[in-house]
């Protein structure tokens, strides 16, 4: 079907704010339209000239073209893009109350209420980018974002794939989200958002995730192989059960979305109106 004809954007079309924060690649912006009806959205700013140098034009346009078509409450909003001759700016929703791992850093952890909430949302989320074969690849804690009423949005589609994928992840920042299948560098599926989420749940109760292991990368290796998981005894019952039913190594017998959001963890804290 053809699309909504999305106009052409400029950088002069919007007063640039504040900025929002710095990723590898850019800065990010908080801008508004200068005509009326003032949106309000977050500019992320990439220069040309670093997506080549590290080869990712590839992943950039594959970004593109996948969360454009992305419509969830818990997924961020890429509304589209456009470039002058030395940067790509993506128009993105803007999250009203930034970085989740910003919180994270601050608090050391969540409640287990808090956690729960968090988990229930990025569940809703992969539902529905598994349903549109999007498997995301790289959730962590640095790629969500809150909105306006604390609700989780998922951000940085940069990693994200059509299923089934099996292209090398070039293991660039941390490896503690990596599932078994994906450091032996075997074909993986959508299944390996279901391990992240269970490696998250853990983050998010523990203030650290599982497999850490400060001596270096190929000890996090060998402790994700192994799933040498230890969950503190702080960690409720309920929690430890659905953490080991995520992390389980064969990616078939991890436990799917919608069992996760009927697991007693998940059901106990959600809120009454749902
Ligand atoms: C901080 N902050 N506070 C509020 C707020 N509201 C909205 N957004 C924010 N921040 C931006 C969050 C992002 C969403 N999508 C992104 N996408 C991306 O950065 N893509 C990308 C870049 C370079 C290289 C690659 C590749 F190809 F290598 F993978 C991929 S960044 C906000």
Redesign the pocket.
């Known amino acids: 079907a053809v699309g909504r004809p999305t106009r052409e954007w400029h950088l002069t079309d919007f007063d640039i704010g504040r900025p929002?924060?710095k990723?590898?690649?850019?800065r990010?912006y908080?801008v508004r339209t200068k005509t009326e009806p003032h949106y309000i959205?977050?500019l992320?700013c990439?220069y040309k000239s670093?997506?080549v140098q590290?080869r990712?034009?590839?992943?950039?346009r594959?970004?593109i073209e996948i969360?454009q078509n992305l419509r969830h409450p818990h997924v961020?909003r890429?509304y589209g893009y456009f470039h002058d001759e030395k940067r790509i700016f993506?128009m993105?929703?803007?999250?009203?109350?930034?970085?989740l791992y910003k919180q994270l850093t601050k608090y050391g952890c969540f409640t287990e209420k808090r956690s729960s909430r968090y988990i229930d949302q990025m569940a809703d989320a992969l539902m529905y980018l598994h349903a549109k074969h999007v498997i995301h690849r790289?959730i962590k804690p640095e790629?969500l974002?809150l909105g306006i009423n604390g609700e989780l949005?998922i951000?940085?589609?940069?990693?994200s794939v059509h299923a089934p994928g099996n292209r090398r992840k070039t293991l660039c920042g941390t490896l503690d989200y990596l599932p078994p299948e994906m450091v032996e560098g075997r074909e993986h599926s959508e299944k390996v958002d279901y391990w992240a989420l269970g490696v998250l749940t853990y983050e998010f109760i523990c203030g650290n995730p599982p497999f850490e292991d400060l001596s270096g990368h190929n000890a996090t290796y060998r402790r994700i192989q192994r799933v040498d998981l230890k969950i503190p005894s702080k960690v409720s019952a309920e929690a430890r059960d659905l953490i080991i039913k995520l992390l389980q190594y064969d990616p078939d017998k991890r436990i799917p979305l919608s069992e996760v959001r009927k697991h007693p963890w998940i059901v106990k804290y959600r809120s009454k109106g749902h």
């Not at 990723?23 to 850019?26: A, E, H, T, V, Y």
């Open positions: 929002l924060g990723g590898k690649f850019g990010v908080m959205l977050a992320k990439l670093e997506i590290s990712v034009e590839k992943q950039i594959r970004e969360q961020l890429l993506l993105l929703e803007f999250a009203g109350k930034g970085e790289d790629n974002l949005k951000g940085d589609f940069g990693w």
